[in-house]
């Protein structure tokens, strides 16, 4: 007759089988916290050329610093001087000649300058993606636009981020805003998308958006689509909640991520008009200009 497994050699097998979970599980920790920034930031890279084949058929040209070194694109207004100057921040998986759609958008309704910022690691940009290469390259690149006109910040998605951040630590220096798709907290987004890691003890860059927005005091636009599954409308919805200043909401229920209104003319108009209403009496640059009739 076989002998049945004495309850010691049972719980003994079930220690091993614990301790094996556990190495595997520390392993899959370990490994995801090693390899956190190639999760976070999926940079496209391009040649040079093909960067100014793209910013040729979008219009675009390429902005520059003092020293000559390309930082992204921009589209001066076909009317000059310019009523104002948006600075786009894009989101993850984007670059500067894929976000021409932006400059199409808001020129179509009023003469706004538009600067596309490259992120480091982004298309033919020198350098690698991180948090604080991303706000110093926003922050390194604010100066370069006219102190003399209104500047409005736009980010879309892990821009929006970028954006709160440069808001929160230059509050003076910018106008409006107007955040696409998103978030509270990095954190809770990476949380979502794998419950069964320890997300907030291992992830790096966090960008707490709900921190540095709470030191700015200007309009905040932000939209949120009830059919993302990049970044869940809930956590759009916790930073417009938390957020202090004047604000709107634009939700699209139907919308996936960094969904706007069509036609985008339409949403633009809408945006302008709700930074007018709010703008500041005393802030940086001139009063927001009237939407083109």
């Known amino acids: 007759m076989n002998e049945k497994p004495s309850p010691s050699a049972f719980r003994q097998t079930v220690a091993r089988l614990a301790l094996v979970c556990l190495g595997i599980y520390a392993v899959i920790c370990l490994g995801c916290a090693s390899w956190q920034r190639h999760l976070i930031f999926v940079p496209p890279r391009f040649s040079p050329d093909d960067v100014d ?124 805003l107007i955040l696409l798709s998103p978030f509270n907290r990095l954190t809770g987004v990476a949380q979502q998308h794998m419950p069964f890691l320890p997300v907030r003890l291992l992830l790096v860059d966090r960008f707490p958006s709900e921190v540095y927005l709470a030191q700015y005091h200007g309009p905040v636009g932000m939209t949120v689509d009830g059919c993302d599954n990049v970044v869940p409308e809930k956590f759009g919805q916790l930073l417009y909640d938390g957020y202090a200043g004047p604000k709107h909401l634009w939700r699209f229920p139907g919308g996936d991520h960094i969904a706007i209104a069509e036609p985008p003319a339409r949403f633009w108009t809408e945006v302008l008009a709700f930074w007018r209403t709010n703008a500041p009496a005393q802030g940086p640059g001139q009063p927001v200009p009237t939407v083109a009739k």
């Open 53 to 176: 084949r793209s910013a040729r058929n979008a219009r675009l040209e390429r902005w520059r610093d003092p020293s000559g070194q390309a930082i992204g694109m921009k589209r001066l207004a076909p009317t000059q001087p310019a009523a104002g100057q948006l600075l786009v921040l894009y989101g993850n998986g984007s670059w500067s000649a894929g976000c021409a759609h932006y400059a199409d958008g808001i020129q179509s309704v009023a003469a706004f300058d538009v600067y596309i910022l490259e992120y480091p690691g982004y298309a033919d940009r020198a350098g690698s993606p991180s948090q604080e290469r991303l706000f110093q390259a926003a922050a390194e690149a604010l100066p370069l636009l006219d102190t003399n006109r209104p500047v409005y910040v736009l980010g879309e998605s892990l821009g929006t981020g970028v954006a709160a951040h440069l808001a929160g630590t230059h509050p003076d220096k910018i106008t409006g």
